[in-house]
C-alpha cells in the first residue's frame, strides 16, 4: 500500500479553516500532490508547503481566500500565459483564489510542474 503523502499538521491547519476556504485549500492540496510523486508535504512558516530539490509552491489561507504560492514566482511568469500569478516580492509569486469555479486544475499543475523544473537546474 501507498504511503500516505500528507502530514498531520496540514491536516490539523485545513481543519480549522472556514469552510468554503477548507473545500478550495484540500482542492489545491490535490492538484498539488497529484502534479508530482516527489513532492513532498511539509508544515512551514505555518502554512503547507511543498518541496523537491528546494521549495516549490505553498498554500496560504485566510478568511476570505487561498493563495497558492510560488517561492520562485518570479522566473515562473513567462510560463504565466493566463496572467494568474500576483506579487511584487523579489521572488515569491501567488494565484489568490476566493470560489472553486476559480481553480484551474490543469493550469496549476502546468505551473507546479515548470516551478519543480526550476529546482532540477
Not at 19 to 45: G, M, V
Not at 81 to 103: A, D, F, V
Amino acid at each position: 500500500m501507498e504511503k500516505t503523502r500528507t502530514i498531520e499538521a496540514v491536516d490539523q491547519y485545513i481543519s480549522e479553516l472556514p469552510e468554503d476556504i477548507q473545500s478550495i485549500t484540500l482542492a489545491l492540496r490535490k492538484i498539488i500532490l497529484d502534479a508530482s510523486p516527489n513532492l513532498i508535504e511539509e508544515y512551514k512558516w505555518s502554512m503547507p508547503n511543498y518541496t523537491y530539490n528546494g521549495l516549490v509552491c505553498y498554500l496560504q489561507a485566510s478568511k476570505k481566500h487561498v493563495n497558492l504560492g510560488f517561492h520562485r514566482g518570479v522566473e515562473l511568469q513567462e510560463k504565466d500565459t493566463n496572467q494568474l500569478l500576483q506579487g511584487s516580492g523579489k521572488g515569491m509569486r501567488h494565484i489568490r483564489i476566493k470560489k472553486m469555479e476559480e481553480i484551474q486544475p490543469d493550469v496549476f499543475n502546468e505551473l507546479i510542474k515548470a516551478a519543480m523544473d526550476l529546482n532540477e537546474k
